[in-house]
């Protein structure tokens, strides 16, 4: 049995940082890939960045690139979102996912190419 769980959401005010982890267990994703999307409310299901775990290369969508970083964690077969300057536009909910596969670049901003997704973590950015 997969789950992945994901922490580290909050309130935070604009141009702070926070940093969402994802813990995978029941099985690892060495050979696959692991992402992170967003959904705020009233809105679609947004990619935020993706990890490919082999070569450990990473991909983001352009309106949060420069500002947050994906990362991996080997030995806690995890990944980590550090989110930093964070916008109001960031607040979503953010969920962590992840496929077994490596899946190519083109795929990677289709949520429905994951297999497995964590319950989401509450991320909102308000002064």
């Known amino acids: 049995q997969v789950h992945l769980v994901e922490s580290g959401g909050g309130l935070v005010q604009p141009g702070g940082s926070l940093r969402l982890s994802c813990a995978a267990s029941?099985?690892?994703?060495?050979?696959?890939?692991m992402a992170w999307f967003r959904q705020a409310p009233g809105k679609e299901r947004e990619f935020v960045a993706a990890?490919?775990?082999?070569?450990?290369?990473?991909h983001y969508t352009d309106a949060v690139k420069g500002r947050f970083t994906i990362s991996k964690d080997n030995a806690n077969n995890a990944v980590h979102l550090q989110m930093n300057r964070l916008k109001p536009e960031d607040t979503a909910v953010y969920h962590c996912?992840?496929?077994?596969?490596?899946?190519?670049?083109?795929?990677?901003?289709?949520?429905?190419?994951?297999?497995?997704w964590g319950q989401g973590t509450q991320v909102t950015v308000s002064s």
């Open positions: 990890l490919r775990w082999r070569e450990g290369s990473t």
């Open positions: 029941g099985r690892t994703f060495s050979t696959g890939t």
């Open positions: 996912t992840a496929d077994p596969r490596r899946l190519i670049v083109s795929a990677l901003w289709d949520g429905q190419n994951y297999e497995y």
